[in-house]
């Protein structure tokens, strides 16, 4: 595993860099003879904890748990606590042109890229997932829109709509600040900003999330299906939040062994190995 710092210009987008210091920790299969080059497939992944840290549970364990499965891996550590919009999705967007920029020497396909996000993480995925195409994301970084194109998004118990009804507040007070417009808290409502460029996605989520209310994946699926975009999802009975791999891997309370959520590695893997 290498760990590289992640360059973004935050005063092209009139954001401060303050506090801001990103990294890319990557975790690839090596190289060797006997294997030969494989254009692997690779995932970024976006660990949660509600815009105000990144969860451990939720990066280098799942970053295993898929290189074993030989999809090269990478973890976003991305700038929290009260770094105004759109800090996070720059320079998420910034590592996922490193990870192209770099597809031979971490022998993956380049058009076989994935962003996944957890609770808060899922948020910055899918706000990559709908903005990679946007100017608010390349005109900062000096970027091609296909420079930061995600090929797919995978979304575990995922924070997407800002309605106050459904959001977890604290990771939308935490994204747009105590003064966050109407407008803004609109903008980064994702289940409104679903268009024909967002890519093919896996949600997985628990019926009684009490953190991060269903609703969000089930507001989600439904603009996935109107604008056409294919998806799998995956709706547990119970569970609650922040299972991570709901196993022994990951777990730290009883609360977060859940053997039948558990699946949803495997199935994400099986999904991500057949994305065309």
Known sequence: ????????????????????????????????????????????????????????????????????????????????????????????AAAIRHIRANADKYDIDPDKIVVAGFSAGGHLAGTLANFWDSELLTKPLGCSKEDIKVNGSMLCYPVLTSDPKYTHEGSIVNLLGEEGSDKLRELVSLENRVHSGTPPTFLWHCSDDGCVPVENSLFYMSALSRNHIPFESHIYEYGGHGLALCDATTATWEGHYQPVAAEWAKLAIDWILRLK
């Open 1 to 92: 595993m290498e760990t590289i710092e992640i360059k973004v210009d935050y005063s092209a987008a009139g954001l401060s860099d303050e506090g801001c210091a990103p990294t890319l920790d990557c975790y690839t299969n090596t190289y060797n003879d006997e294997m030969g080059k494989r254009k692997r497939r690779a995932v970024l992944i976006c660990p949660g904890g509600g815009y105000d840290y990144c969860s451990e549970r939720e990066a280098e364990p799942v970053a295993l748990r898929f290189l074993g499965a030989g999809i090269n891996s990478f973890v976003l550590r991305y700038s929290c606590v009260k770094k105004k919009f759109p800090t996070a999705a720059l320079e998420c």
